[in-house]
T-cell receptor, first 110, second 115 residues
């Protein structure tokens, strides 16, 4: 079993839709939870991170962490074609080593 | 703009022929990382440098080595590339370890092909 599981997609939605991206994990010691966005032929860039459980909002993006279920989510409101990318979740116990999911491909159609 | 630059973007080498990938940064970060990302897979950490201290992941093959001659540059050496080493290699930096490692700045990668 992989430490971090992520549905590869692709997830295809119309412009303006609410997108839900998810990851599950097995290591209960993870405390930091991150979402990276990776455009085609580019390196990942950090979107947002959360420490421990709870929600965090940044513009159209909301990250949720449910440690009891070992489940994290990223919601994108009013999705735009420019949001089309691969979204990687990443986790860490105390910050030194990030464990990534394989990424979900998102396609937002105009 | 401060950034992480990887050269070359695409590298083709022959089976067994040593190859070196390079990474430079203008962020003046203490930590530099090398990840291997195969198609549709998660980036996998190979090793990192904290300043001049080298930290190898336990499952990184001996075929992979790294050098960091100064703060700005880091190199990935693959001594005898096999077909299974074909991948995207990502360099990343962070200001520090611990919580400082949460925000990692990635280069755009070098895609390595093996003939």
């Amino acid at each position: 079993q992989k430490e971090v599981e992520q549905d590869p997609g692709p997830l295809s939605v119309p412009e303006g839709a609410i997108v839900s991206l998810n990851c599950t994990y097995s290591n209960s010691a993870f405390q930091y939870f991150m979402w990276y966005r990776q455009y085609s032929r580019k390196g990942p860039e950090l979107l947002m991170y959360t420490y421990s459980s709870g929600n965090k909002e940044d513009g159209r993006f909301t990250a949720q962490v449910d440690k009891s279920s070992k489940y994290i989510s990223l919601f994108i409101r009013d999705s735009q074609p420019s949001d089309s990318a691969t979204y990687l979740c990443a986790m860490s116990e105390y910050g030194n080593k990030l464990v990534f999911g394989a990424g979900t491909i998102l396609r937002v159609k105009s | 703009d401060a950034m992480v630059i990887q050269n070359p973007r695409y590298q083709v080498t022959q089976f067994g022929k040593p190859v070196t990938l390079s990474c430079s940064q203008t962020l003046n970060h203490n930590v530099m990382y090398w990840y291997q990302q195969k198609s549709s897979q998660a980036p996998k950490l190979l090793f990192h440098y904290y300043d001049k201290d080298f930290n190898n992941e336990a499952d990184t093959p001996d075929n992979f080595q790294s050098r960091r001659p100064n703060t700005s540059f880091c190199f990935l050496d693959i001594r005898s590339p096999g077909l299974g080493d074909a991948a995207m290699y990502l360099c990343a930096t962070s200001r520090d370890l611990g919580q400082g490692a949460i925000t990692q700045h990635f280069g755009d990668g070098t895609r390595l092909s093996i003939l």
